[in-house]
């Protein structure tokens, strides 16, 4: 998944991460099957460390104000409007998407099958990463995510 920058492990630990956290993720699967969606391995293995945390961050857009994601599967599954996932989101990705998490303003988080991971707020899309790690390090810095498609 790639390396993890100090101020994003300084971040994470603040959300009760540490290196080597595992947890059980039969619900989560049990949410994405109930989709049809089938994690690739990198989403999988997101899932098994983030899943259950609260993640205290910048803002992704407005830098200076304070923001959270919660990673949640389960949730994530149950705001996931299937006409919006597969007719708009997946189209603008290009790739399958599995929702993995939401902000406090409602943007839902995925994780497509290549790893990467976008943000989505209908008609909003855009890429936040080429994996976890780098999504991670995106939110504990002053860069912005890419639109791909919406405002």
Known sequence: MGELTARAREGLR????????????????????EIDRVPGPAALAAAREFTGLRLTHPHY?????????DIDPVAAVGR?????????YE???GEPLSPLGLTRYG?????????AVYGGH?????????????FLNLLHSDRRPTTLSGT
């Open 107 to 115: 943007m839902q988080i995925f994780l497509g099958a290549s790893g």
């Open 61 to 69: 857009w407005t830098k200076t104000l304070d923001d959270f994601t």
């Open 91 to 93: 189209a603008a990705a």
């Open 80 to 88: 996931t409007w299937l006409p919006v996932l597969t007719g708009e």
């Open 14 to 33: 603040g959300s009760g991460w540490f290196e080597g956290r595992q947890v059980p993720i039969d619900a989560a699967l049990d949410a994405w099957r």
């Open 122 to 134: 209908s008609p909003y899309l855009g890429t936040y990463g080429d994996s976890f790690h780098a």
